[in-house]
C-alpha cells in the first residue's frame, strides 16, 4: 500500500461500532501530521465522512463535493474524529481534500473540545 499522506481520502472499516459511533466501511479524512505518518505509526486520526449530515450538527460538519474517487457529496463528521489503527486502512488513496477543508475540519475540532 501506499505511503499515507495527510489530509488523503481512504476507505477504512471502522467496525465493531459501539452506541451512537459510526461504523462500517467508509471513506476517512487522514489528520495526522504527515511528520508522524512518514514513521510509519501503528495509530492514525482520522475524520469519517458520510453522505448524509444531521442539521442538529451542522456547525461540526464540513461539505467535502464529490472528487476523484469520492463519488458523492459528502460532510466531515468532526465529533466523530477517531484515532484508528493503520490496519483498518482497506484502500489507496481515493481523493485529496484541501488545505482549506482540513483546516475547516481542525477549527471545527477545536470548538468541540472547548479550544
Known sequence: MERLSRGGVYLARL????GAEVGKLR???VLSADEILAVETPLLFVCPLSSRSNPDFNALHVPLPPRDGLMVASFALVEHCRAISRRRVLSERIGQ???QEISSILHR?????GL
Open 109 to 113: 475540532l477545536q470548538r468541540l473540545v
Open 97 to 99: 481534500v484541501t488545505e
Open 27 to 29: 471513506p476517512v479524512v
Open 15 to 18: 467496525d465493531p461500532a459501539k
